[in-house]
């Protein structure tokens, strides 16, 4: 044995001993602490990792909820979960204990890309303040707004033309759909839009498709468990990281020379409303309004601006060539109330099977079925289990989305979950995919407002057909996400 050999293995067992005494500390904490909810035994170090489908957790989750009911626990590498199953517990959490179930953990990934920055993954007061900050700023430059609506219409028509571009021949639909979706917050973040070929959207996408795919993969989960081991192994951790530094020296560049530029008397966009912000003078422009805090920001809006929306349209596509049958009827709502003028968001109440067609796909879809991650922060006692401050909680989206108390077919695509006897369409409260609570997702309104637009406008101009002779998996791809696995798509102008 050389003598690497030999210190890295000598580090490998200090570890793993100094783990497993803080496991001990921790479920003795948690034995003195009170009830905790049950779950599966976990092994010493590993946790429950070797019964976790580790690229689909949701799944696994679902069948020990089974076991252990709608709140339990399960252990990860060291940390300790609670898993919360189905609507009414989800909704009891998220917004009858509201602010005991604010926070966000902080994990070892987190810590290293974001801190304690930004709108999606920070606590606390800066939390609080880049909030009320990013609604107000999404407000201001957009968000359910007429102008905004009108943006959308001018960059549905450009997708159009591109996919006219392709004369009816099979394409691969993910890089057009991801650059019209991200154009629409570029819109708002910087006050421009990018050709579809543009070599800098091109590679602002690719970091963020690749980040968000192997976010959720075993490297990067196995990270957080084991962050002092991991740190001296190859993997998709690495990669992860290197991607989130390029990302944000674009950011920097860009708001640097936006900087140059800014008339607070005339700003244009949401990174000049925050520069303005910078210069007040208060007390909090230099607490809270500083440039790390600018760059998670930005970042935050453009990929959870970017991925719902493409993810959601992709689904759609992917489904309306499964179904020619509800494919054609959304075409006769479209003719039948719209005709060939544009699609406006003053149709989308005469068009209610569309609507539920949209609704459907988001649930069935399940792009966040995990949600993103919650945490205690305080002790708390919920339904009748003990969990200390701190507490990872994983409020399982894919559980309410499949709920069979609210949806009758929930693993079926059944567009009739938001339809009533009559045809017209109905709500239904389990439909959260944009989670609830004082953590839901800052631009719901502008996401809904997108998918109705873009949706229509394409069903308006296409008649989408697979590839002759593909099969159609409806299966996601592993990722963050649950995003369609690549396919190609043939689109029939209808015009």
């Known amino acids: 044995?050389?003598?690497?050999?030999?210190?890295?293995?000598?580090?490998?067992?200090?570890?793993?001993?100094?783990?497993?005494?803080?496991?001990?500390?921790?479920d003795f904490k948690n034995q003195k602490q009170g009830n905790f909810p049950p779950g599966p035994k976990p092994l010493p170090i590993i946790g429950n990792v070797l019964m976790l489908d580790m690229s689909k957790p949701y799944k696994t989750f679902m069948e020990l909820s089974e076991t252990y009911g709608p709140v339990f626990s399960v252990q990860i590498g060291m940390t300790k979960a609670v898993v919360l199953c189905g609507y009414e517990t989800i909704k009891d959490a998220l917004i009858n204990h509201a602010d005991a179930f604010s926070n966000r953990p902080i994990t070892p990934v987190t810590a290293k890309l974001a801190g304690n920055n930004g709108l999606v993954l920070s606590n606390g007061e800066n939390w609080k303040v880049m909030r009320r900050f990013a609604l107000s700023a999404l407000r201001d430059y957009g968000m359910g707004k007429k102008a905004i609506e009108n943006k959308i219409i001018e960059e549905a028509e450009c997708l159009v033309q591109k996919m006219k571009s392709y004369e009816g021949k099979p394409f691969d639909n993910l890089t057009c759909i991801n650059a019209a979706a991200a154009n629409i917050i570029v819109t708002i973040l910087l006050s421009r839009r990018f050709d579809y070929e543009d070599p800098t959207i091109l590679r602002l996408m690719g970091l963020i498709n690749e980040n968000l795919r192997l976010l959720g993969s075993p490297w990067?989960?196995?990270?957080?468990?084991?962050?002092?081991?991991?740190?001296?192994?190859?993997?998709?951790?690495?990669?992860?990281?290197?991607?989130?530094?390029?990302?944000?020296?674009?950011?920097?560049?860009?708001?640097?020379?936006?900087?140059?530029?800014?008339?607070?008397?005339?700003?244009?966009?949401?990174?000049?409303?925050?520069?303005?912000?910078?210069?007040?003078g208060k007390p909090e422009s230099t607490e809270y309004f500083h440039n790390e805090n600018l760059t998670v920001l930005v970042g935050n809006l453009f990929g959870a601006g970017m991925e719902t929306t493409s993810t959601t349209l992709r689904w759609g596509l992917l489904l309306m060539m499964k179904h020619q049958e509800i494919q054609q009827k959304v075409h006769d709502e479209i003719?039948?109330?719209?005709?060939?003028?544009?699609?406006?968001?003053?149709?989308?109440?005469q068009m209610p099977y569309t609507d539920a067609i949209i609704h459907e796909i988001q649930r069935f879809g399940d792009i966040l079925p995990g949600n993103v991650p919650h945490a205690t922060s305080e002790d708390v006692t919920f339904r009748g289990y003990f969990l200390p401050k701190g507490t990872l909680v994983i409020p399982l989206l894919h559980s309410t989305l499949?709920?069979?108390t609210y949806f009758e077919k929930p693993d079926d695509f059944y567009p009739e979950h938001f339809l009533d006897s009559k045809g017209n369409f109905k709500k239904n409260e389990a439909f959260i995919p944009f989670s609830i609570g004082k953590r839901s997702c800052a631009g719901e309104t502008l996401a809904k407002m997108e998918l109705f637009?873009?949706?229509?406008?394409?069903?308006?101009?296409?008649?989408?057909?697979?590839?002759?002779?593909?099969?159609?998996d409806l299966s996601p791809a592993m990722g963050t996400t649950n995003s369609p696995k690549p396919f190609e798509i043939c689109a029939t102008s209808r015009k």
């Open 1 to 26: 044995m050389d003598l690497v050999t030999l210190l890295i293995s000598v580090i490998v067992i200090l570890f793993l001993v100094k783990a497993f005494k803080n496991q001990k500390q921790g």
């Open 220 to 280: 990067v989960r196995m990270y957080n468990s084991f962050p002092s081991l991991m740190d001296w192994l190859p993997g998709a951790h690495r990669t992860v990281f290197r991607n989130f530094r390029e990302f944000q020296k674009f950011i920097r560049a860009t708001f640097t020379k936006q900087k140059k530029e800014l008339d607070v008397n005339d700003q244009r966009n949401l990174v000049d409303a925050f520069l303005a912000k910078q210069q007040e």
């Open 453 to 472: 637009l873009f949706f229509t406008t394409l069903l308006q101009n296409f008649t989408f057909k697979p590839t002759p002779g593909a099969k159609l």
């Open 402 to 404: 499949r709920d069979k």
């Open 335 to 349: 003719e039948r109330v719209i005709g060939l003028a544009p699609p406006q968001m003053e149709h989308r109440k």
